[in-house]
């Protein structure tokens, strides 16, 4: 095993050093939270030194050439290894950056909401990102597979973090379904493309491709792996695989933002995308006219899943079923297989990232203040906490994909790339989602801003009896006194969803870094 400390290895290391010291540091809660900041700095100092490399006019010239980083033989010709390339250093980019801020938000979160175990959350946080880092720069499948799984099992104590039984039977949810989904299927599909190919790097342009020309596989069992893949990345929540997402809402708000953000959802939707454009390859798929079926089963989670959040009345789960929606939007533009629709599945990796940890930001920073958790409570709440509902509305418009926010840009990239591609199917599909996404975020914001504040009936009690469902309940509530006079939450939180909205809007006007990675990511398409 080698203990050279180059950059990518170096980016899964700190995190895991950071988790040491945190645990260590665990009895002075100031001492235990700036390691916490500084090593997320550190990470993401790391890894935009990345960068340059990736991006250099040569990149794919050289890249076929140079050897993997081999940490380890598993087994005979099975390495743990890594390898820098476009798609992952996205993903890497993203993680590092929103750690910083989630970890600045779950400071405020955690003290504001004097929740239990605040070591162990910090120390599993950190454990998570050093699994995404490994997934980043994965370089063939088997240990894409292993940081895959790291990371489902580093992100469960989170999920379960309150112990309640509701809390509880979610974590076993979520489990369950990621677990036995990457099992059953996903590795069911790396040990079949062994068996076909002996090689489980990833190239662009696929690993198939021999196998296919000698008659070793037969396009229909191709189209069968394809399958196996796609619903063994259960982390892509593509129907039904869903329902550990809205389950997983249980969570703390900073480990809602971990999985919907962060983490844990960009994880699947990045291995999906990976696995087309380094496994199968999308000229490939083309010429044996597999997985088109995706494009389909991609619309219809983006349609049906934006109808139902229409219906939820938990700002959480709302913004939960609107996350199983926009990583369809990931999916259907990778389905799509044109070059300029891998860079749409690309760039919308990264700006629902900044919108959507926004939007949880500001449903936690609701609760914190005020104890609410339904959007049906949150009349006249733009008036109190108008840092928090601005960012709302901004990370809202993303979503929607108006201009100027960061949702504007992949979905320009999307629509483009399904008129060249000729899909009706598709166009129509963002066109209505866009249409369901006004339909379940405006009303917010019109309630926010336009109605009048509800004169407390009972100011000893909380605002509701569904209070804390889906994520937030405990025994602390007696911490945040009297709700009808509250303003806006802790300063950490606040600094940091305004940090993140700002972002948002940001990406719209400077998005180059983002486009020109997509852009390098496109070239590796290119025969």
Known sequence: MTFDLSPPLLAIYIPLIGALLIALAGRWANLREGITLGTAAALFYTVIGIVPR??????????????????????????????????????????????????????????????????????????????????????????????????????????????????????????????????????????????????????????????????????????????????????????????????????????????????????????VVKVIVYTFGPLTLIKYHQGSWLIYVAGATILIASFIALFQDNLKRRLAYSTVSQLSYVIIAAALLSPISIMAAALHIAAHAFGKITLFFAAGSIYTAAHKTEVSQLDGIGRRMPFTMGAFTIGALSMIGLPPTAGFISKWYLLTAAWETEYAFVVGVIILSTLLNAGYFLPIIYRAFFRPSPRAANPGRHASSTDGLFGDEDDHSHAHGHHGEHGEAPWPMVLALCCTAAATIAFFFYSDLAIDLATQLRKGLLP
């Open 54 to 271: 990736v991006l250099a006019p040569d990149f794919w010239a050289g890249y076929a050439k140079a050897p993997p980083l081999r940490l380890i033989e598993v087994v005979p010709n099975v390495f743990l290894e890594l390898k820098v390339e476009p798609l992952g250093m996205i993903f890497a980019l993203i993680a590092s950056a929103l750690w910083i801020l989630n970890s600045l938000y779950s400071i405020g979160y955690m003290r504001g909401n004097q929740e239990r175990h605040q070591t162990r959350f910090y120390v599993c946080f950190a454990l998570a990102i050093s699994s995404v880092m490994g997934l980043a720069f994965a370089g063939n499948l088997f240990t894409l597979f292993v940081f895959y799984e790291m990371l489902t099992l580093t992100t469960y104590p989170l999920v379960a973090h309150k112990g309640t039984a509701e809390a509880l039977r979610s974590a076993r949810t979520y489990l369950g379904i990621l677990v036995v989904t990457s099992v059953c299927f996903l590795l069911a599909g790396i040990i079949a493309t062994y068996a076909y190919t002996h090689d489980l790097s990833f190239k662009p342009g696929g690993v198939f491709t021999k196998a296919l020309a000698s008659g070793e596989l037969s396009a229909p069992v191709l189209g069968t792996l394809f399958l196996l893949y796609m619903y063994g990345i259960g982390k892509a929540a593509l129907m039904p695989m869903h329902r550990w997402l809205p389950a997983a809402m249980v969570a703390p708000t900073p480990v809602s933002a971990l999985l919907h953000a962060v983490a844990v959802v960009k994880a699947g939707v990045f291995t």
